[in-house]
T-cell receptor
Framework: SQTIHQWPATLVQPVGSPLSLECTVEGTSNPNLYWYRQAAGRGLQLLFYSVGIGQISSEVPQNLSASRPQDRQFILSSKKLLLSDSGFYLC????????????FGDGTRLSIL | AQSVTQLGSHVSVSEGALVLLRCNYSSSVPPYLFWYVQYPNQGLQLLLKYTSAATLVKGINGFEAEFKKSETSFHLTKPSAHMSDAAEYFCAVSESGGFKTIFGAGTRLFVKA
């Protein structure tokens, strides 16, 4: 069966520091991969998605970036964090076929001080 | 373009009472619809999905949803609420022919003893 791993579970970072969140999927090939952010009391905001290695689509211009160095690995990065980057970050995957449900990791709670 | 609207950001029911969470969608083509549940500090979990096979869809944890094309609705119900059902629920529609999922703003369900 397919599983998705996301880490770390919680992270506290100072303003201006770099960020790297990692997500890996097991048990499937060529998944679609997604990064979402959930701010407190708000819905899901799609940040990036990828349909293949090296293919990244950005939904919201900001100081975050994403990379997909391997088929089942998706990384969310920032060179300098802002206070507004605080939130709950979720990674998700879906099968290659269109119109399929997404499956989510357990999330990373990021607090910026 | 597809969209979903969840009516009511908060719903409160008594334990044992009917749960009804409302969702209306907008789509120019037959939609693929989903309901997800999110417990505190966790990722989203798929409850059920509608893919045009049957209008009444049964999901996990005793939930079900009925697709009504004439009303463009996909409301989520459960006959008898349990304390463990307290969570946030998201209705979602798949981007037609695409890889993205459009999520509603979410409805937080409270269950009173």
């Amino acid at each position: 069966s397919q599983t998705i791993h996301q880490w770390p579970a919680t992270l506290v970072q100072p303003v201006g520091s770099p960020l790297s969140l990692e997500c890996t999927v097991e048990g499937t090939s060529n998944p679609n991969l997604y990064w979402y952010r959930q701010a407190a009391g708000r819905g899901l905001q799609l940040l990036f998605y990828s349909v293949g290695i090296g293919q990244i689509s950005s939904e919201v211009p900001q100081n975050l970036s994403a990379s997909r160095p391997q088929d089942r690995q998706f990384i969310l990065s920032s060179k300098k964090l802002l206070l507004s980057d605080s939130g709950f970050y979720l990674c998700a995957w879906s099968p290659t076929d269109r119109d399929q449900p997404q499956h989510f990791g357990d999330g990373t709670r990021l607090s910026i001080l | 373009a597809q969209s979903v609207t969840q009516l009511g950001s908060h719903v409160s029911v008594s334990e044992g009472a009917l749960v009804l969470l409302r969702c209306n969608y907008s789509s120019s083509v037959p939609p693929y619809l989903f309901w997800y549940v999110q417990y505190p500090n966790q990722g989203l979990q798929l409850l059920l999905k509608y893919t045009s096979a049957a209008t009444l869809v049964k999901g996990i944890n005793g939930f079900e949803a009925e697709f009504k094309k004439s009303e463009t609705s996909f409301h989520l119900t459960k006959p008898s609420a349990h304390m463990s059902d307290a969570a946030e629920y998201f209705c979602a529609v798949s981007e037609s022919g695409g890889f993205k999922t459009i999520f509603g703003a979410g409805t937080r369900l409270f269950v009173k003893a």
